[in-house]
């Protein structure tokens, strides 16, 4: 996958438009929305209100994925409080092992053949596939 406008810093944390931002401490995700037609993906998160949070950072970041040909999210821990479906955990490289199963690589960023993972303190793991990603800071 591509990434077009941003870089991924380390497991929680992006560079986009000369912003450093952590998507684990300082965003909550909110929403994602697969336009099945278009096949784009797009992720949202907004600013934290907790005090520890810069205002100055933007109120939200969309993480948008395009050219989508592979998209699957394994199930939430239902032993998880619903609290931690909005907060990410990780960022992650997948590869599909040829029994089919999901495997974890350590890398952040994609490998070439990869798919792009995240994943969330509640357990909710997205494996998504896709040509391009880029951020909008709003």
């Not at 401490?25 to 600013?47: A, C, G």
């Not at 699957?72 to 409080?81: H, I, K, V």
């Not at 997948?94 to 792009?116: A, H, R, V, W």
């Amino acid at each position: 996958m591509k990434l077009r406008n941003f870089v991924i810093e380390s497991e929680v944390e992006i560079t986009a438009d000369d912003r450093w931002l952590d998507l684990h401490n300082n965003y909550n995700f909110v929403s994602l929305d697969y336009n099945v037609f278009e096949r784009k993906l797009t992720l949202t998160w907004i600013r934290s209100k907790g005090d520890w949070v810069d205002k100055s950072l933007p109120l939200g970041v969309e993480l948008a994925m395009e050219d989508v040909y592979h998209f699957e999210a394994s199930p939430r821990d239902s032993e998880m409080p619903f609290t931690e479906d909005d907060c990410l955990e990780a960022f992650l490289s997948i590869t599909k092992g040829e029994d089919g199963q999901n495997y974890f690589m350590d890398e952040t960023t994609p490998s070439t053949g990869c798919l792009f993972g995240l994943s969330f303190q509640s357990g909710l793991v997205l494996a998504v596939g896709a040509e391009e990603a880029s951020v909008v800071l709003r």
